[in-house]
């Protein structure tokens, strides 16, 4: 895996620059995307280029795992795309899918898609700055209950739409939660994990996005998947 490091400018980024023939001889070579701070929609990066010749778009160069499914900068998660040519591969920024992080405070109810005037919502920047986000949660989003610092309120909660996330995480300062049924909660790649000391319910239908792993490591609770 080659890890290439861009920015929010664009065409600022690292870059191979191979003067002759450019081969890639086995298939499976991956990129990995390090988003130096916060991207821009719409801008191209040129990874690699080769010389006259060059047979780029063959076996070529394909994203990460992680990359394909999101780069997260400045704390937001991105969806990009990787294109050959013989030539060169471009990666290019396609949009912004939301925050990379969010977690529940439950400050203005029991609802996970609610959004108040402000905008002000139930999910905070981070466990114990008190900061709300104005933001709910969407397919990069890695979703953690609950902050500490407000204590969380409403941990019996419902979605109240479809959801999409990255992951869920139940944090060692978690009390217990219950995420009741109604919609369904599509989970992806992130997984979910549970460091809490307390017992974790989750009734609403879960629909798996890809392959991923579950992790219950607090001795003596009970994850329960309703």
């Known amino acids: 895996t080659y890890t290439f490091d861009i920015s929010g400018t664009n065409g600022v980024n690292d870059t191979l620059a191979i003067g002759g023939v ?12 390090n988003a130096l701070g916060a991207l821009t929609v719409g801008n191209t ?6 010389g006259a010749g060059s047979s780029l778009a063959t076996n070529g160069l394909s994203l990460s795992t992680a990359s394909a499914v999101r780069v997260v900068g400045g ?9 050959n040519t013989a030539t060169t591969s471009i990666l290019t920024v396609n ?7 969010l977690y ?9 898609n ?6 002000v919502t139930n999910w905070n920047t981070d466990a114990t700055s008190g900061v709300n986000s104005g933001l709910i949660p969407t397919s990069g989003t890695d979703v ?3 902050t500490s610092t407000p204590v969380a309120t409403n941990l019996t909660n419902t979605l109240g739409a479809d959801t999409s996330i990255y992951s869920l995480n139940f944090t ?4 217990p939660v219950v995420i009741g049924a109604g919609n369904n909660l599509t989970l992806g790649v992130g997984g979910l994990t549970n460091l809490s000391g307390s017992n974790q319910t989750i009734n609403a239908p879960i629909v798996l996005a890809g392959n991923q792993t579950w992790t219950n490591s607090s001795a003596g609770t009970t994850l329960t998947i309703g």
């Open 22 to 33: 450019a081969n890639l001889t086995n298939a499976g070579a991956k990129i990995s995307i």
């Open 45 to 50: 990066n040129t990874l690699v280029t080769g």
């Open 75 to 83: 704390g937001n998660a991105y969806s990009v795309s990787l294109a």
């Open 95 to 101: 949009s912004n899918s939301g925050a990379a992080a």
């Open 104 to 112: 529940w405070s439950g400050s203005q109810n029991a609802v996970w």
């Open 114 to 119: 609610t959004s108040n005037a402000g905008p």
């Open 144 to 146: 953690y209950f609950t």
């Open 172 to 175: 060692a300062a978690s009390g």
